[in-house]
Nanobody
Framework: QVQLVESGGGLVQPGGSLRLSCTASGGFFSAYDMGWYRQAPGKQRELVATITNDGDTLYADSVKGRFTISRDNARVTLYLQMSSLKFEDTAVYYC?????????WGQGTQVTVSS
């Protein structure tokens, strides 16, 4: 059974930093592409960053240069290092695992950027 558990969200001031983690169960973590997505109130879920099983990364224009996605296959964990946070980064952040059988999502972690 695939389970993804996000952590690391919280309240941060503009310009601050947070690191999100997503720990996976279900086996073969290193074989799958992973991603971070977010959903702000009243808006659709959007891509933040993805990383392939080979480590290739892709970022939304809005986070390029500020966020870094990475993975530790030994720890079966996906990370999102977020820096220079802005008000508009406030959202629930979800991790996703892409398998041949379908996409699997975590429950999300709230990130609030506020002064």
């Amino acid at each position: 059974q695939v389970q993804l558990v996000e952590s690391g969200g919280g309240l941060v001031q503009p310009g601050g930093s947070l690191r999100l983690s997503c720990t996976a169960s279900g086996g073969f973590f290193s074989a799958y592409d992973m991603g971070w997505y977010r959903q702000a109130p009243g808006k659709q879920r959007e891509l933040v960053a993805t990383i392939t099983n080979d480590g290739d990364t892709l970022y939304a224009d809005s986070v390029k240069g500020r966020f870094t996605i990475s993975r530790d296959n030994a720890r079966v964990t996906l990370y999102l290092q977020m820096s220079s946070l802005k008000f508009e980064d406030t959202a629930v952040y979800y991790c996703k695992q892409v398998r041949g059988s379908g996409d699997y999502w975590g429950q999300g972690t709230q990130v609030t950027v506020s002064s």
